[in-house]
């Protein structure tokens, strides 16, 4: 399921959370269907990082997951092991003969299905040698007297298996043939839960605080259930062992309701956790010369969404040192402050460094078996990587390179007017520098919309400037011709920037349809503006 839906899976998730119920409902309905709660963690914890979403909203996409994962464990434990056969030979069927698209990933889908009841029925076989044990039957009869030390034993499991469903699904199996007490599987199953929410809180250690908050909050609310459940687990048993249902049921039951409780318990408290969360995770204050990428993990391969998202994750840091950078530039400029320019100029090492690495992971990643859009969105990847490492170097070799011009001319200083007019270009700049790196991360076709339209608003308004800097030179005999030029390049940098920033909106919208449309009706606006601009006696044409 994610490799021929996981994109779309992953929008769905940055456009679906107007509320903490939507969300919620989101992170339920793209579990069931991706299986695993960790990727929707991830990716959530990866839009939280970015600010898309609220701590709030990613805690309550991920209770959500929680409960699709336990809805998916429901599913499983019945017997359908005779539709193995037949899955698998469809899914073979339509994946081999398939030209291409989702008829080809629905064939992947169905073989991973039948292949996955096959597995449960072998590991049921498997497990006979297990069961006979004499060890194995310590160690359970051991779990019975410490159920603390079953809950551990399962959260490492869980954790070391980096799936809580197939731990779930092992304890189930265990269960159906009598190996484990009903108390200890609940037990387990608990553990299994805890262990279950450490690999996103592990993946996203080095992450910014907003990617570290819903990780963190779903292990606490988690821990808290457990802590509350564990002493009335042989009330519990009890009391589903009335229930004319099978042990296997009874165990897949107890996590449904585990999760449900936990959501009704917590769901209220979603807002107070991630204040919470906000107090135990100060922002990071990181040295600029410290940033190097961290979550170029190749053991993601094997899950091509996960590396994406990690490969998005670094490009997305990358976009926080390049716009530092601008900041920076313009803070020198506007206080001649050259030392600051030459520590903005040694930052572009680091971008360099982002981009080489970046490059080479998802190069890395195409020698594995991705679908055509997941390869698409690597290209889109690198080529949004490319754009803000060539936006570094107009900063360092342009903007910087100004500054240092400037700085030959102590006498020549700009006027509040000089200033004013470059702040006019900058500040819409970096209005879409924020913009460009949202449609960078989700894909959004009204937000690609948008950054176009700012494309030719700024681009219009650095020639209006241009003008009004010209016909100031026209009445200002003695204005400083090095001035006057360094104005004119920092302008002409800015609108380079921003067509830089801007090439992110272009896959999305074409993928739309709605590429030619655009461009169009942008050309359209401008034409029905004034499409010329005077300058002395002449008129100078826009375009």
Not at 377 to 382: A, G, L, W
Not at 409 to 421: F, G, I, N, T
Not at 469 to 495: C, F, G, M, P, W
Request: some cysteine; charged content about 20%; aromatic content about 6%.
């Amino acid at each position: 399921m994610t490799e021929g839906w996981g994109n779309d899976m992953r929008r769905i998730v940055g456009k679906s959370l107007s509320n903490h119920y939507q969300a919620f409902g989101t992170g339920l309905g793209v579990t069931m269907l991706l299986q695993s709660s960790s990727a929707t963690a991830l990716l959530t914890s990866s839009f939280s990082g970015q600010g898309l979403l609220t701590a709030g909203s990613a805690l309550a996409v991920i209770l959500g997951a929680d409960v699709g994962t336990a809805l998916v464990a429901q599913i499983l434990t019945f017997d359908l092991s005779a539709l193995s056969p037949t899955l698998v030979a469809v899914g073979v069927g339509l994946f081999s003969y398939s030209k291409g698209g989702r008829s080809k990933e629905a064939g992947r889908l169905m073989l991973g299905i039948g292949m996955m009841l096959l597995a449960l029925k072998l590991i049921l076989a498997a497990s006979i040698p297990m069961r006979e044990s004499v060890i194995i039957q310590q160690i359970f009869l051991a779990l019975g007297q410490d159920l603390i030390l079953a809950v551990v034993f399962a959260a490492i499991l869980a954790w070391a298996a980096h799936s809580s469903l197939a731990t779930v699904l092992l304890i189930i199996t265990l269960s159906s043939t009598s190996a484990l007490d009903v108390s200890v599987a609940f037990a387990l199953i608990l553990g299994a839960n805890i262990g279950g929410a450490l690999p996103p809180f592990i993946a996203t250690l080095g992450a910014n605080r907003s990617a570290r908050q819903p990780p963190l909050g779903n292990l606490l609310f988690r821990i808290c259930g457990v802590a509350i459940c564990l002493p009335f687990t042989e009330v519990i048993a009890q009391l589903l062992s009335s229930w004319d249902v099978s042990q296997a049921r009874q165990i897949a039951n107890f996590h449904l309701f585990f999760n449900i409780v936990l959501v009704l318990l917590f769901f209220p408290l979603i807002n107070t956790m991630a204040r919470l969360t906000a107090r135990l995770l100060p922002e990071d204050q990181e040295p600029t010369d410290a940033i190097t990428p961290r979550n170029l993990d190749i053991m993601a391969f094997e899950t091509p969404l996960v590396a994406i998202v990690n490969a998005e994750r670094e490009v997305l840091r990358m976009g926080e040192v390049v716009e530092r950078m601008l900041r920076n530039a313009f803070v020198a400029l506007k206080k001649n402050d050259f030392e600051l320019a030459q520590k903005t100029q040694t930052m572009d090492k680091v971008v360099n460094l982002f981009d080489e690495e970046i490059k080479r992971y998802l190069t890395s990643l195409a020698r594995e078996q991705l679908t055509e859009k997941e390869s698409k969105r690597c290209i889109e990847i690198i080529n949004f990587a490319t754009n803000l490492e060539h936006i570094g170097d107009i900063i360092t070799a342009d903007l910087i390179h100004n500054i240092s011009q400037k700085k030959v001319v102590p006498r020549a200083k700009m006027s509040l007017q000089d200033r004013e007019e470059i702040n006019n270009l900058y500040q819409p700049v970096l209005k879409s520098f924020h913009l460009s790196m949202n449609v960078f991360s989700s894909g959004d076709i009204s937000m690609a919309r948008l950054l176009m339209a700012k494309k030719y608003k700024i681009g219009k308004r650095e020639k209006e400037l241009v003008v009004t800097h010209l016909n100031k030179l026209r009445d200002e005999v003695t204005y400083d011709s090095k001035l006057s030029a360094l104005q004119l390049d920092i302008l002409r940098d800015l609108k380079r920037i921003n067509y830089h920033l801007t090439s992110v909106a272009y896959p999305i919208l074409e993928k739309a349809g709605q590429l030619r449309t655009r461009l169009r009706s942008a050309e359209a606006a401008d034409v029905s503006a004034p499409s010329q601009l005077a300058f002395g006696g002449t008129t100078i044409n826009e375009r």
